[in-house]
């Protein structure tokens, strides 16, 4: 979506995660948009009111049906990224749990990675959700997984992982946790 500030700026918002861009306005053309789409490596309508999404969010696929290696959504909850995964998170989907949590780490704060609608985990997964707990740790914000998958608890808890980041059973607990973690 797009929104005309004034005579001389645009916004635009993704569709996907709500993230803003700002710039000049195309003077012939309130309705085009596609100089700051394409400046800014965003994909969708050339005009204002058609479909936006930022470079992040283009990267991780399109937005109809689910995104493409179980990532269902990126939610923005204040200073909280939710990354929603579903299916199997393997070497073969990990590449885009990995973008998913680097468009996590470049919003800021803290981190919740939602596996209740996952059904398996290997080292790829195991390694992408470490990489990310020490980048929120850098700084200053956590990570905190929702696991409710008995097998992915179990291999949480014997690579020791629920130790270092917390391993909660809903949405609701992690948010809550995060929140008085500030």
């Known amino acids: 979506m797009a929104v005309v ?38 994909s969708g309508s050339p005009l204002s009111d058609g479909p936006h999404r930022c470079a992040h969010c283009t990267r991780l696929g399109p937005a109809s049906g689910g995104m493409p290696g179980g990532i269902l959504g990126i939610e923005h909850l204040g200073d909280v990224t939710v990354v929603t995964v579903a299916g199997d998170v393997d070497l073969d989907t990990g ?10 780490a470049d919003m800021g704060g803290h981190v919740l990675v939602d596996l209740a609608r996952t059904d398996l985990v290997d080292s790829t997964a195991l390694g992408l959700l470490v990489r990310a707990h020490r980048a929120a740790a850098e700084r200053g914000a956590s990570l905190c997984v929702v696991a409710t998958s008995p097998l992915i608890r179990q291999v949480l808890q014997v ?24």
């Not at 995660?17 to 789409?37: F, I, K, Q, Y």
């Not at 590449?95 to 996590?104: F, N, P, S, V």
């Not at 020791?160 to 917390?166: A, C, Q, S, W």
């Open 159 to 182: 690579t020791r992982l629920d130790e270092v980041f917390p391993v909660v059973g809903s949405r609701a607990e992690a948010l809550a946790g995060l929140q008085t973690d500030r």
């Open 5 to 42: 500030l004034d005579d001389h700026l645009v916004s635009l918002t993704c569709d996907n995660c709500g993230d803003t861009v700002a710039g000049p306005r195309v003077p012939s053309d309130g309705e085009v948009v596609w100089p700051l789409v394409s400046e800014y490596g965003w």
């Open 95 to 104: 590449d885009t749990l990995r973008i998913a949590l680097r468009h996590a």
